[in-house]
Nanobody, 125 residues
Framework: QVQLVESGGGLVQAGGSLRLSCEHS????????IAWFRQVPGKEREGLASIGSVDGATHYASSVKGRFIVSSDSAKNTVFLQMDSLKLEDTAVYYC??????????????????WGQGTQVTVSP
């Protein structure tokens, strides 16, 4: 079965950096797409960045492009989200999502079938 295990959330000061990890297992194919989302209370879930396993293609939302970088370590079956120059508005619960048998690096929420538990990121003044 497909499983996603997230880690790396916590408290960070504005302007600082944080790296989130999403360790995945049980994928039936080598072809999949993994994406990062975030959500704050009363707001819609927002897609941030996605990466494809086949060619390493990436896609970023305009709100985080230039500050966040998504990458993967195939040996560790882990996808990372490096977050730099963090702002107060980056405070949210961050989720890792995946769909196997896919190559499109989309940020459409409905595209993904599997989700992690979410990890809280809090940016302080």
């Amino acid at each position: 079965q497909v499983q996603l295990v997230e880690s790396g959330g916590g408290l960070v000061q504005a302007g600082g950096s944080l790296r989130l990890s999403c360790e995945h297992s049980g994928f039936p194919w080598d072809e999949y797409v993994i994406a990062w989302f975030r959500q704050v209370p009363g707001k819609e879930r927002e897609g941030l960045a996605s990466i494809g396993s086949v060619d390493g293609a990436t896609h970023y939302a305009s709100s985080v492009k230039g500050r966040f970088i998504v990458s993967s370590d195939s040996a560790k079956n882990t996808v990372f989200l490096q977050m730099d120059s963090l702002k107060l508005e980056d405070t949210a619960v961050y989720y890792c999502a995946a769909r196997w048998g896919a190559v499109v690096v989309t940020l459409s929420e409905s595209f993904f079938d599997y989700w992690g538990q979410g990890t809280q990121v809090t940016v302080s003044p």
